[in-house]
């Protein structure tokens, strides 16, 4: 139980520590009201440019990965206590309590937690989510579509399906926070992966579209 709550406790709050966002008050701005509107590593990649994007998802992928080895390493046998860490992380992330529950998608701390788990799985997965990217030409896909299968490959590599359970819960919440991408790209107004090297025909893209 001590596992669990320390779990709890300290992935949610360092899933809190927002690096996307931190960089926008120093530069003063919030990173949330320009680009995607969105406190994550997309979104600082967006608007500050690839150095500060890549710093972004590498700081939450860490977090993620750090929590669920310091609740292994202090307590055996933790499986429960690492997954509510990793959840409560994802969580925090998502909705941290210093950004009045206003932060990322969980993509990158999702990436995190499988890291944890299996660094070949996390490298098969990462080359995947790149080639859906390429042919999509659209980001959200890579983590509304994690949050589908991390669930499932965890309950099947683990058998664990308390755990499989947890992760479900919180793979839905993520799915849920891309409804608005979804739209966007129903209305031609989301913009694509090829933001990085056409910002300029992508801003005037999605300005016709808007107006």
């Keep these: 139980m001590e596992g669990v709550l320390f779990g709890i406790i300290g992935g949610y709050f360092l899933g809190s520590v927002n690096p996307a966002y931190l960089i926008g008050l120093f530069k003063g701005e919030d990173i949330r009201n320009t680009g995607s509107h969105n406190a994550g590593a997309s979104n600082a990649l967006i608007v500050y440019g690839k150095k500060a994007g890549a710093f972004c998802a590498i700081f939450d992928i860490l977090k993620a990965y750090f929590i669920i080895k310091l609740v292994g390493f202090l307590w055996e046998d933790a499986s429960l206590a690492k997954v509510c860490a990793a959840s409560s992380c994802i969580m925090g992330h998502m909705f941290p ?34 080639l859906l990217v390429l042919v999509t030409d659209y980001i959200c896909f890579v983590p509304a579509s994690v949050a589908v299968y991390a669930p499932v490959l965890y309950g099947l590599f683990t058998k664990d399906y308390i755990g499989q359970i947890i992760f479900t819960a919180v ?32 801003i005037d893209r999605v300005q016709k579209k808007e107006g």
């Design 171 to 202: 793979g839905l919440i993520m799915l849920s926070k891309h409804f608005k991408n979804f739209r966007r790209i129903a209305a031609g107004t989301e913009a694509h992966f090829s933001f990085l090297w056409n910002r300029e025909g992508e």
């Design 97 to 130: 309590i210093f950004m009045r529950f206003r932060g990322g998608k969980g993509l990158a701390c999702t990436g995190g937690t499988i890291l944890a788990y299996s660094a070949k799985l996390f490298c098969i997965l990462f080359l995947f989510s790149l």
